[in-house]
Structure formats: C-alpha cells, structure tokens
C-alpha cells in the first residue's frame, strides 16, 4: 500500500506489498522489497537496498547505497522470516548495511531513535542499538551486539558478537572491542581497556554533580577498590536502591555476558 503523497523515482523499484507512508521520498535507483515498512517523512537519497521484512519508522534520513533488511552473514541462518526494526529522527549514512535477525538471537536486530550511523557502518545480526548514538565511520558491530543509549563508537572501532556496550559510554576510535564496557566510561585500544568516567559527555548531558558523582562511585568500587567483580556488583546494587542514577549499572549487569573490560 502506497500512500498518495510520497515521491518516488520513476528508476525506483517499489515491489507490490510494500508499505510507503505520507511524505517519503524515494530517490533514484532505490529497491524497496515487499515486506517492507516506511514511515512518515523518511527519505531515501538513491541507490539504496531495503529488503526482508524491514520497518522504518518516521523522519528517517537514508544515504546512497545502504543495505538494510538483507540475509545476514550468520552460517546457520536458513531464510527464516526473521526481521529489521529501525525507529525515527536516525540519519543512516552512505554505504551503511544492516542485517536481518536470526532464530537463535531472537529474530531481530533493532534501532532506536535519533541515532548516527556514519558511512560504511556495519550493524550484523540480532544488534540492538539504543537511542541517540553515533557509531562513527566504518564502525563494526558483530552479531548479537547491545548499544545502550547515548553511546559514542569511534571510527574503525570493532565490537565483538554478544558484547554489551552500556548507555554514555565513548569508545575510540581504531579499538577492537572483546569484553562488555559498563556504563559512562571511556575506553580505547585493541583490546580495549577503561580509561575513566565520561564526565564531560555527562555534564554536556545535564547530568548534575550528584549524578556525576554516583557514577564515579561506581567506577571505583569496580576499578580501584580491589574488589572482586562479584563483590563490586553486589555493592553497586545495595547503593542503586538510594541512588537512582546507578539503576545503569544493574541494568547493564543484568546484560552482561562476556565479563567487563579490565
């Protein structure tokens, strides 16, 4: 079902079954598969690939030559009908690819809102990647990936499958990403290792001093107590009951699979 308003391309391909909201735009030379969704506002520069069963939400910017929707890269994958969501207000640069879920990850890989995927970024299999985020030029996530939200991924950074990456954090660029990176913190290298809070991306944040200073407490009984990981944990959560802010950290443990980068 096509909506009247949009405009599409007369080079464009629009397979019948597929789903084109009010006021897209559909450039020169796009594919649009027959399960797929488009939302209200979205624009598809040109040369752009959606296929599978792919939904894309509102006010989307897409660049030239994205794939999204396509059979992932995952061996065991057998053409189940497994599925693409992506939200609104996300710029999706050139050349950028996003790939179907699998059964065993869930069926899914997600995009929020508001995020910045720069060019030749690469979102694999069962990837879930929160809000207002930027990976940044030729980013690398593996299958089976979780971004937290506000999440800043360097340039050339690769990210292990079935890492978590908590909301706030900064990684560098050129880092090769193996274990999980807990919340608010800066990390670089290959393999990546902490560098400290990400105070000044918290205060540009609004975050006020006692939010601040809550997250620093967190670090340290993680970095710096001597602790074991299990004893930093469990005081992390006594301390999140009077201090909300590090409801962060219990959600990231609750993620958590690979251990922590040390």
């Known amino acids: 079902m096509i909506n009247k308003t949009p405009v599409i391309h007369p080079t464009a391909i629009v397979e019948k079954g597929a789903v084109i909201a009010a006021n897209v735009t559909v450039g020169p030379f796009c594919f649009i598969g027959s399960k797929v969704e488009i939302g209200t506002g979205t624009e598809l520069k040109s040369h752009i690939v959606i296929n599978g069963i792919t939904k894309i939400g509102c006010h989307n910017q897409i660049y030239q030559f994205a794939s999204i929707g396509e059979v992932n890269q995952d061996l065991k994958y057998a053409g189940e009908p497994t599925r693409v969501e992506i939200g609104d207000h996300n710029r999706i640069r050139e050349s950028v690819s996003i790939h179907r879920g699998t059964i065993q990850g ?7 809102n508001g995020n910045l995927l720069m060019v030749n970024t ?4 069962d990837c879930l990647v929160g809000n ?11 299958g089976h990936v979780n971004i937290g939200d506000y999440a800043i991924i360097g340039g050339m950074t690769a990210i292990h499958q079935f890492c978590v990456i908590g909301a706030h954090v900064m990684v560098g660029g050129c880092s090769g990403v ?3 990176v807990p919340p608010c913190m800066v990390a670089q290298g290959n393999h990546a290792t902490p560098f400290g809070v990400n105070i000044e991306g918290l205060k540009r944040r609004g975050f006020d001093r006692e939010f601040r200073s809550a997250i620093s407490e967190a670090h340290k009984l993680l970095y710096r107590s001597k602790k074991t990981f299990e004893e930093a944990k469990n005081e992390i959560a006594i301390l999140a009951e009077k201090k909300p802010a590090l409801k962060l950290f219990t959600d990231f443990f609750a993620r958590s ?3 922590i980068i040390r």
């Open 106 to 112: 869930g069926g899914l890989t997600k995009i929020g």
């Open 122 to 125: 690469h979102v694999a299999h």
């Open 132 to 142: 207002n985020c930027v990976l940044a030029n030729n980013a690398t996530l593996g």
């Open 178 to 180: 193996a274990q999980d």
């Open 257 to 259: 699979t690979r251990g």
